[in-house]
């Protein structure tokens, strides 16, 4: 069996990383922080997650990350599943994110999707059905 553990992402700023993130997930906790060098350069880095899965953050990032709306080469953004995705928009919205994109009018699942503080696209979905067939239906 394989399943993602964790995704490591470098950020200008931990903790407002980890309010976005905080306000997503609840139920996750720090797991661990400390201090290292990457390359010749200092950073912090912060575990959050909860025993099975987490991200990872790293601050002393340079610049800004790629242009959403451009073609660069890198990531597009990443998804969580969600029971509940009104929940979710609404805990994110009380920490002061807004939805960036609603994602598009589909029968069997609602999406939406953020900007989190480093500018990494995070989308949430809710699936509708628990038939592939229907769940993984695109417009």
Known sequence: MLYLEHLNLVVNDIPSA???YQAAFPHWRVRDHGESEWHGKHRKWLHFGDDYQYLTFNDNGDGDNRDLAGHQPGLAHFAFVTGNIAAVIKRLAAAG???DKDGADEPYRKNAYFIDPAGFEVEFVEYLSDIP??????S
């Open 18 to 20: 980890l309010t976005f």
């Open 97 to 99: 994110f807004a939805v």
């Open 133 to 138: 067939e229907q769940r993984n239906l695109s």
